[in-house]
């Protein structure tokens, strides 16, 4: 073998070809680049004609999906042109790759129906970037959301990776609006319209007092005296509120709430005991014998 001749066909490889593959690298990265600013600006551009929040979390999440594809659009077109540059034939190449294609589809079913279910959930805008769903047995706020899978994370820290195959049913908590639903237990002696001012007066107190007074979407509802429990009457009531802010709210109304129930003497009640004796038929009733023991 003339080592002569081969490296004089390598280095006339590098010099023709060569240069061509370094600036085909150079270029695929800086179009890799591009693609990423495209899509923050295009998403930074959205957000600065509306200012609507739950517009905003729509845009981070088609942003995310869009950079993805024009991210592996430019990869597909570099490892094509990458290939040519070898002197692959890309003809056969693609058809081989369509037969491996399909007996790789039945392989990978469950990544082909995540990819699909991730597709129709964005399209479907039924989960955003920022929502609070439960989903798959799994609850938290989506911090991530592709087409491949959702990735939740929970108020106790902890992560959810869900395939998006296995999303059938989403609970979206904070879609649009929300309700921040309240439901009091008061004795039976109290009088309930009493508690129905009550409410009505807590709520003109939060509703004056920031940051509760830009949460609030609509006035509270008084839905009424809802159930008659073993030791309380249950009263519901409910307040139109901004995504993801109910639990604050009601945890602010409760406290409020707590401190007029006080003020006003009205009992929030505990399970009771009551001993039934049982009476005879001629209306006597057996004797019920109490002894009380004190520990030492």
């Not at 042109?81 to 990978?108: N, T, W, Y």
């Not at 003109?204 to 809802?226: N, Q, T």
């Not at 109490?290 to 030492?296: F, K, P």
């Amino acid at each position: 073998m003339d080592w002569h001749i081969y490296w004089q066909s390598i280095l006339d490889w590098l010099q023709l070809s060569g240069l061509k593959l370094v600036f085909l690298i150079l270029g695929t990265f800086v179009a890799l680049m591009v693609a990423r600013i495209v899509a923050n600006r295009l998403v930074a551009f959205y957000k600065k004609r509306h200012t609507d929040l739950e517009l905003h979390k729509r845009a981070d999440t088609l942003g995310s999906m869009f950079r993805y594809v024009l991210s592996t659009g430019v990869l597909v077109v570099s490892l094509m042109l990458i290939l040519q540059l070898f002197g692959i034939e890309l003809g056969p190449l693609l058809a081989a790759a369509g037969v491996a294609g399909i007996a790789i589809g039945f392989g990978a079913q469950h990544l082909v129906q995540d990819i699909f279910n991730g597709f129709f959930i964005m399209l479907d805008d039924e989960i955003r970037e920022g929502d609070v769903v439960s989903a798959a047995g799994a609850s938290g706020i989506v911090e991530q959301i592709s087409l491949r899978q959702t990735v939740l994370r929970g108020l106790d820290g902890n992560v959810y990776f869900i395939p998006n195959g296995k999303i059938d049913v989403v609970t979206n908590m904070t879609k649009n609006f929300s309700f921040c639903l309240l439901k009091i237990g008061v004795a039976y002696r109290e009088n309930v319209d009493e508690v129905f001012e009550v409410l009505e007066k807590v709520y003109e107190e939060i509703s004056k007092v920031e940051p509760y007074s830009d949460w609030i979407l609509a006035p509270i509802e008084i839905l009424g005296l809802d159930e008659f429990g073993d030791s309380a009457l249950i009263i519901q009531a409910r307040i139109k509120v901004k995504p993801i802010r109910q639990w604050s709210l009601k945890r602010e109304f409760n406290l409020r709430l707590k401190r007029a129930f006080d003020e006003r003497n009205i009992e929030i009640p505990f399970p009771h005991l009551t001993i039934y004796p049982g009476q005879d038929k001629d209306g006597t009733a057996p004797p019920l014998n109490i002894q009380s023991r004190q520990s030492e």
